[in-house]
C-alpha cells in the first residue's frame, strides 16, 4: 500500500497524534479498570476516558482571577506537545520510531518530564492555596525520582552501549531480558515510573483529600483534559519505555501489547496496594533508597562490562 | 510559607472539601508543609432538632432525635428511650434492654468499619477502604433483616424494643459475626503492619493521658491515650449490666493507637453479640408507658461508637418534654485536633481530623450570640440581621 | 513489619466476581420485616386515630366518610413518611402494615405520593366531594 500522504499529516495520525491519543485512552481505561477489579470493584466502562474527555473539553474554561492567561493557556498545550512528542522516538506497537539518533534517550526523558514542569508552573500561576501546595510538592517530587529514574533506565543503555532508544530495542530482542540482569534497575524503574506519573502512592502533589485536586485546582474544560490526555500519553510512552529497555524489548504490536499489558498489571497491582506516601516520605524514598539502588547496578554493570572486555 | 507582605499562608479545609464528608471549616496555617496553627469553624450544620424536640411528644422525639446522627442512631433513641423511662418509673423488660445492647453492638461494628475505611480514604488508601466498606455490607444486611431499615433502624419505642430476634436470626448474626471477625483480624494485621499505612501512623498526634484528660477527650480517642473512660464499663447502662464489656485501652496515644483500640473494640463486640445471642433472657418485648411523663428531669449517659453521649431531658408532666439537650462525643473531642495538630506535615491533617471520627451534624446543637456591650440576651429580627451582615462582611 | 500486607486480598479480588450490586438489572429479594410503603387496610380499622397522634412526620390523615359505619379513607403521603413503623406499632387492630416488597418509590410525579386508601366507592365519594366543595352541605337559610 502507497499511501501519498505528506509526511506531517501522517505524523498527525502515526504515531503522533490520534493513534497516541487513543491508545492513551484505552491504556488510562486499563488502568482504571484494574484498580477497581483490584479493589473488588466494577470499574468504568470501555468509552468512560473518551466521555470524561468529551465532556471536559466542551465545558467552559473557567480564568480563575490573578493567573497570567497567556501561560495559564500556553501550559496544558506545552505538556501535551512535550508529552505527544517524546511519543516520536519511542518504538511504539513494535515499529521503528519516527526519529531517532544517538542520544534521543536523553531527549524523551526531559520531554516526558515537561509534564510535570508544566504541572509545577500552572499550580505556581494561580493564587489558589491548594494549588501552590500541589504545585511545590509535584516539583518536589519530580527532583526526587527523576535522578534515580533516569540511572535505572542508563543501565540498558549502557549494557547495550548506545543512547539510541531504537538501537537499545534491538539489542533488548536479540539478548536476555534485562530483568533477569538488573532486576534492582527493573524496580527502579517501574516505581519511578509511578513517582512520575503521580499515582498512588506517589499520589501527594494531587492528594485530594488534603489539597483536592493539587497543581490543577484551579483547571476546569479544556485545559484540564489537555492535561489529562498528556497524561495518558505519557503512561502509554512510560511503559513502552520500560518493555523496551527491561522485558525484552518489542518486535512487533502483539509483543506490545501483550507485555505492557502485563507490566500494566503490575504497576495497577502496585497502585492498589499502598497507603499514600506523604511528600517528605517520598522524597526520603528516592534518595535514600532509590537513587542508592539504581547507582549501585549501574557501577556493577560498568564493573562487568569492564571485567567482560579484559577476560575477551 | 509567607508571602512578601509577611501573611501568613493558611490553608483552608471545608467547608466544601474532598476530605470532608460534612461541612466544617478547619483554617490550618502552615510554613511549607509544616503545620503552626489550626483553627476550627463549626455550626454549618445546626438543624434546631433540640427546640424542634419540644413540640412533639415522647414518641415522636423518640424519631427525631434517631435522626440526629445517621451512623450511631440507635444511640441516640436508646439514650433518650432510657431517660424517659427513668422518669417515668419503668424499666423495660430484660429482653428489650439486651436486644437494644445488641442493637448498640451492631452498630458500633458498623461504625468502627465504616471508620476504619473514611480513615484510610484519608490516608490515600482506597483499597482498605473499598475492602473495609464491602465487608461493613454484612452488618448493614443483619441491622436491615432486624429492624427494616439500614440506617434508621427504630428498633426502640418508650418502654421497650419493637423487634424480636428469631432464632433464624441469631444465627445469620452468628454467621455475619464469624466472616466478620476474620476479616478484622486481617484489618488489625494490615494496619498494624504495612509499612506505608504504619508510616502515615505510627507516633501521629500523639495525645498524652493528661492531655487527654485535660481535653476532655472521650470514647475511643481518650481510650487510646489512655484514660479509662468507658460508660459501658463505668456506669454499665441497659443490659450492659448482665453482659460486661472489658475496656480496651492503649497507651501510646498516637493515631496508630486510635486504629487499634478501635479494631479491638470490634473483637470484643463480636464476643458480646455473641454471649447476648447465647443467652437472650425469655420475656416481653415492652411495658406499658403512660403518655404523659411526670415532671422531672435526667440526665441519661450512653457510649456511642465516638464516646460519651449524654442526654438531659427535663419534663413538666405533659406528653412533651419541656427541654432535651444532647452533647455529643464529637464536641468533646474537637479540642484535641487544634491542640494536637501544631508542628505536623499538612498531609498529616485529614488523618488527624478523622482521627477522633467526628460527626459534624451531630454536634452542631446550640448557636449562643453574644451582644456586644449589652446584656440583653432578646433580640429583634432586625438586630439579627444586622449581626448576620455584620459576621459575613 | 513489610509492604504489601493487603497482597493476597488484591490479587484475589482480580479474579473473583466484584461485590458490586448490579442493582437495577439484578434484584435481591428485601428482608421479611423491611420498612417499605405503608398498606392499609380499611375494613379492620376502628378510626381511633392512634397512628395519627404518634406520627413523627404528619404522614397519615384519615377521613371519615361514615363513623358508625366505621367507613374510613386513610390519605397516606409517601413522602413525608420516615418509615419508622410507629403507626404499625400503635395500631391494635393490625389493619396497618409496612410492604416489604414496595420500597421503590421513588418517582418525578408529586402526585405519586399521595396514596389514597380505602374502599373505592368511599374515595370516589370524597373525591367528588373535593370536587364540588359545599354540595353536602346543608343550604344556609
Redesign the interface.
Known sequence: MNLSLHPLILLLLFPGGLFLLNIGMIYEWADRKLVARYQNRQGPRWFQPLADTIKLLAKEEIVPKGVHKGLFFALPIIALTGALTAGLYVPLFGFEPAFSFQGDLVVTLYLLSMMTLCMGLAGANTVSRFSLVGATRALTQMFSYEAPFLLALLGPAIAAGTWNIGEINNFAGQNLWMIIAQPIGFVVAVVGLMGKLELPPFDAPEAETEIVAGALTEYSGRGFALFRIGKDVELVIGLTLVVVFYLGGISNPIWFIVKSAGLLLVVAALQSMFARLKIDQTVGLWWRLGALMALLQLVAIILGRYLGALIR | MTNSSGEKFVVPIGPQHPALKEPGQFQFTVDGEIVTGASIRLGFVHRGIEKACESRNYTQDLYLLERVCGICSHVHATAFALGVEKLAGVEAPPRAEAIRVLGGELERIHSHLLWLGVAAHEGGFDTLFMYTWRDREVVMDLLESISGSRVHYSLNVIGGVKYDITDKMADEIRRGMDFLEERTHYYMKVVTTDDTFVGRTRGVGIMTKEHAERLGAVGPTARASGVERDIRFNAPYSAYKEFPINMIMDTTGDLEARFIVRIKELFECYRLIREILDNLPESDLTVKVKRRIPAGEVISRVEAPRGELLYYIQSDGSDMPARVKARTPSLCNWATISDVAIGHKLADMPMLLVGIDPCFSCNDRLVQVNRPNQTDLNWSWDDLRRYGIEYYR | ???????G???R??F?K???EQYPFVRYAA?????GKLVYDPEKCSGCQLCI?????NAIELLVVDKKAKKFVMRYHADRC?????CV?NCRFECLN?S?EQWELASTDKAAFEVMYGKDEDIEYLLQRAAQPGADEPPCE
Open positions: 513489619m513489610g509492604i504489601g500486607a493487603l497482597l486480598d488484591v490479587v479480588s482480580l473473583s466484584p461485590a458490586t428482608p421479611d420485616r423491611l420498612r397522634k404518634d406520627c413523627p412526620s420516615v418509615y419508622c413503623a410507629q406499632d409496612m416489604n
